[in-house]
């Protein structure tokens, strides 16, 4: 049973757009994206976030769907054994950089043109139980990231569409859970 002190976790959203005629016209969190694999429409835009006004704005206006299918869970706060997940954007390339590490935020911001957008959400800095790696794929032709924990879809990007696997940013919860407030 949760007491006051604790905190809940929040769902880390799945965004992508189905339809593979649209380009979005906008940067910020809505990103264009390039080809993408077999089971993605022909142009794959994604991004993942907490925030549910983003997630109404993008899914009501822009027609994206959720990808309800991969459950994620996060908290909006620190709590013991987290660390943060901070989000960048390149308007340029319509990319989203999520990392936990500042100095690798601070070089794609000098280096790539990425702009801080703040912390995203918190996550376990190592594997827990209940908690599965959110796995960071790069496609070095578009310089587009792509983010899952899907085994199957990490393979998949990884050796049949020449994205280049960079590694685990954290690792989510699979399913609503609760910790003590820092």
């Not at 000098?110 to 800095?125: K, L, N, R």
């Not at 790069?138 to 899907?150: A, Q, V």
Request: one cysteine or more.
């Amino acid at each position: 049973m949760a007491v006051a002190d604790d905190v809940a976790t929040v769902r880390l959203v799945s965004l992508w757009n189905l339809n593979p005629n649209i380009d979005v016209p906008i940067g910020g969190s809505v990103i264009h994206g390039n080809e993408c694999v077999v089971i993605f429409p022909r142009r794959c835009i994604f991004l993942i976030t907490t925030d549910t006004n983003e997630v109404n704005t993008i899914t009501s206006f822009w027609g994206w769907q959720k990808r309800d299918e991969i459950d994620m869970y996060v908290f909006n706060v620190p709590v013991s054994g987290t660390v943060p997940l901070y989000r960048y954007k390149n308007d340029r390339l319509r990319d989203h950089l999520f990392t936990t590490d500042q100095k690798e935020g601070r070089i794609a911001a000098a280096q790539w043109d990425y702009t801080a957008e703040g912390i995203c959400c918190y996550v376990s800095a190592t594997q827990q139980p209940n908690t599965t790696p959110l796995w960071r794929l790069f496609h070095p032709e578009s310089g587009i990231h792509y983010y899952t924990i899907s085994v199957e879809e990490r393979d998949l990007l990884q050796f049949g569409k020449n994205y280049k696997l960079e590694g685990t940013e954290g690792y989510v919860w699979t399913s609503p859970a609760t910790l003590p407030a820092q």
